[in-house]
T-cell receptor, first 111, second 114 residues
Framework: TQLLEQSPQFLSIQEGENLTVYCNSS?????LQWYRQEPGEGPVLLVT?????EVKKLKRLTFQFGDARKDSSLHITAAQPGDTGLYLC???????????FGTGTRLKVLA | SAVISQKPSRDICQRGTSLTIQCQVD?????MFWYRQQPRQSLTLIAT?????????ESGFVIDKFPISRPNLTFSTLTVSNMSPEDSSIYLC???????????FGSGTRLTVV
């Protein structure tokens, strides 16, 4: 079974703190996407990373794709309550055609 | 990117009944995807719906339980049949945002079976 393991599973932090979410697999991915899902909504695409070692920034969010394209990370600087939600990584493992989602990280930022 | 309207947004249903979920896309798309998100879990693909052909179901999901219609390139329905409390989940439809560029999702249907 192809898996995308995310850590931590849950995270509760104070406003202003920094955090990093990890997405790991034993499989290689040609690209990975990160989504955020807020309560009562579907996941919303945040970013796609394609090249090994690539770093993309979206305001206070920094996304990195591992050199071997087997892992990715999401770093949030100075978290705000509006960052609260479920963060999901997703992609198609090389050699398959199936789009899979990570196990998810549920973030709560307290004011 | 496409805009997807999904309804109902939520429903509470009696066990043994069926619920049909509708998804309308604002542009023509070849494939639409149906996902299930069980409480506190990630997304699992139920099936892929192509216009003009039978839907393709993932392992663990069968047509008798989750019949899908795809009458045209902008619309699809998923029916959850003979429901039990274990079917309580969020059901989501989605379309591709372009090869290798992820998916756009509807806002989901939160189903509670009592």
């Amino acid at each position: 079974t192809q898996l995308l393991e995310q850590s931590p599973q849950f995270l509760s932090i104070q406003e202003g703190e920094n955090l990093t979410v990890y997405c790991n697999s034993s499989s290689v991915f040609s690209s990975l996407q990160w989504y955020r899902q807020e309560p009562g909504e579907g996941p919303v695409l945040l970013v796609t990373v394609v090249t090994g070692g690539e770093v993309k920034k979206l305001k206070r969010l920094t996304f990195q794709f591992g050199d071997a394209r087997k892992d990715s990370s999401l770093h949030i600087t100075a978290a705000q309550p509006g960052d609260t939600g479920l963060y999901l990584c997703a992609g198609i493992p090389s050699g398959t055609y199936k789009y899979i989602f990570g196990t998810g990280t549920r973030l709560k930022v307290l004011a | 990117s496409a805009v997807i309207s999904q309804k109902p947004s939520r429903d509470i249903c009696q066990r043994g009944t069926s619920l049909t979920i509708q998804c309308q896309v604002d542009s023509q798309v070849t494939m639409m995807f149906w996902y299930r998100q069980q409480p506190r879990q990630s997304l699992t693909l139920i099936a892929t719906a192509n216009q003009g052909s039978e839907a393709t179901y993932e392992s663990g999901f069968v047509i008798d339980k989750f019949p899908i219609s795809r009458p045209n390139l902008t619309f699809s329905t998923l029916t959850v049949s003979n429901m039990s409390p274990e079917d309580s989940s969020i059901y989501l439809c989605s379309v591709g945002a372009g090869t290798g560029y992820g998916y756009t999702f509807g806002s989901g249907t939160r189903l509670t079976v009592v």
